[in-house]
């Protein structure tokens, strides 16, 4: 029986490259190249016909921005999920969407197998393969990285060269890089050093550097309604008109660009630079709303909540019970996160410039050092003495202790 691949296509180095290479070592094998639109600003009439002109029968484009936005995105925004402390997940967030639709067009075209073009050594390869299990079980999985003979993208390009194939990056510039309307990803070149610099001047896309950021300050309004974010500056927007402004603001302001070194699946650590420019200012006020909202025992449970779910999603185990049900207690936590924030963007910094809401539990009258009709500051001398009673017994055994000796 022929077979009938779907690969995971975006038209970068390493997919252009699978492409001959499936037609090459599956003899008669139909590839349909399936590239899921989650926000690459690519021309993707140009991808479809490149795809075919390599060698796939057919190709596949799917817009998946809005869904990634509301489906995954903002759920992740109302849960406050950070890796590590820094990494905002858009390459986590976006496989198992990107996955779940590659299993979607499989399933319609009768596919044998699923393939992708993530390494073995990478993150990707965990999320994607997780996701086809959790759908399409039944389907064979095609990891060209992990059984092939070529072993850098130098190797990819004197491939594609032998083969009349031109190459999509230049050796200079051949950063390995994902992106979509959250988020772009940079590694390679002198990011594999931790001790180098990034040269920034060749890596920003979606940013400047804060040096060359504008010497006066930008304030925003950002309204949310449980969670999710709805308006800016007074005006109401659907996600990506909403998300695409987000990141021009947070992008001429040098806002949320990262360099770190991660802890990957796989056990060894790795170093990047993300750009996240309105995904920063989005988390920064989503946070700001939720000081005013949340009460301090669910904002500490809420923390414990949040960094489990990073951790699920970076390992690409979004289609769970337990990451369905920690979502699921996140967004109970969202029922009053309503009102406005005000920020102030200045040279890569974000800055609180006041926040509203009908649920806030901030009280003025209690918060006041002035003596207030709702508080009686003697209370707090029988509640410091029942908070500290196990503290008081404790220092009364000890010392009867020391003068028994």
């Known amino acids: 029986m022929t077979e009938k691949i779907v690969l995971a296509y975006s038209g970068g180095l390493d997919t252009t490259v699978i492409i001959p290479w499936l037609k090459e070592n599956y003899t008669g094998a139909e590839v349909i190249a399936c590239c899921v639109d989650v926000g690459q600003c690519e021309n993707y009439g140009e991808i479809e016909e490149k795809a075919v002109r390599t060698g796939a029968a057919k190709a596949v484009i799917i817009n998946a921005r809005e869904e990634f936005l509301t489906d995954y995105i903002f759920p992740m925004t109302k849960a406050n999920v950070i890796y590590e402390d820094k990494y905002l997940l858009g390459t986590a967030a976006a496989r198992p969407l990107i996955a779940?639709?590659?299993?979607?067009?499989?399933?319609?075209?009768?596919?044998?197998?699923?393939?992708?073009?993530?390494?073995?050594?990478?993150?990707?390869?965990?999320?994607?393969?997780?996701?086809?299990?959790?759908?399409?079980?039944?389907?064979?999985?095609?990891?060209?990285w992990r059984i092939w003979s070529l072993t850098s993208r130098e190797d990819c390009m004197e491939f594609l060269k032998a083969r009349g194939i031109e190459a999509p990056a230049k050796k200079d510039q051949s950063y390995s890089r994902d992106q979509n309307i959250w988020h772009i990803s940079h590694e390679g070149l002198e990011l594999e050093?931790?001790?180098?610099?990034?040269?920034?001047?060749?890596?920003?896309?979606?940013?400047?550097?804060?040096?060359?950021?504008p010497d006066a300050p930008e304030y925003l309004e950002l309204e949310f309604e449980k969670g999710v974010p709805v308006k800016l500056d007074g005006k109401a927007l659907p996600p990506v008109e909403l998300m695409d402004s987000l990141n021009q603001i947070g992008g001429r302001n040098g806002i949320g660009i990262a360099d770190m070194v991660e802890n990957r699946v796989v056990g060894m650590k790795s170093r990047g630079v993300y750009e996240t420019p309105g995904g920063s200012v989005l988390y920064y006020a989503h946070r700001e709303l939720e000081r005013l909202c949340l009460d301090r025992k669910t904002t500490a449970f809420r923390g414990i909540i949040s960094q489990k779910l990073s951790e699920i999603?970076?390992?690409?185990?979004?289609?769970?019970?337990?990451?369905?049900s920690l979502f699921a207690f996140a967004d109970k936590t969202q029922e009053?996160?309503?009102?406005?924030?005000?920020?102030?963007?200045?040279?890569?910094?974000?800055?609180?410039?006041?926040?509203?809401?009908?649920?806030?539990?901030?009280?003025?009258?209690?918060?006041?050092?002035?003596?207030?009709?709702?508080?009686?500051?003697?209370?707090?001398?029988?509640?410091?003495?029942?908070l500290g009673l196990p503290i008081a017994v404790r220092s009364q055994v000890i010392n009867k202790g020391k003068k028994d000796e």
């Open 336 to 386: 009053h996160v309503t009102g406005t924030v005000k920020l102030k963007l200045y040279k890569g910094n974000i800055i609180p410039n006041g926040a509203t809401s009908p649920y806030s539990l901030y009280d003025e009258n209690l918060a006041s050092f002035a003596t207030g009709e709702s508080y009686d500051h003697k209370d707090a001398e029988g509640f410091i003495n029942l």
């Open 100 to 144: 779940k639709k590659l299993v979607d067009v499989a399933l319609a075209e009768n596919a044998t197998a699923i393939c992708h073009g993530a390494t073995g050594k990478g993150n990707d390869q965990i999320r994607f393969e997780l996701t086809f299990k959790a759908f399409a079980p039944q389907l064979k999985i095609i990891a060209p």
């Open 313 to 324: 999603i970076y390992e690409g185990e979004w289609f769970t019970p337990l990451c369905e």
């Open 193 to 213: 050093d931790p001790a180098t610099a990034p040269n920034y001047e060749h890596i920003l896309q979606l940013s400047v550097s804060p040096e060359t950021a």
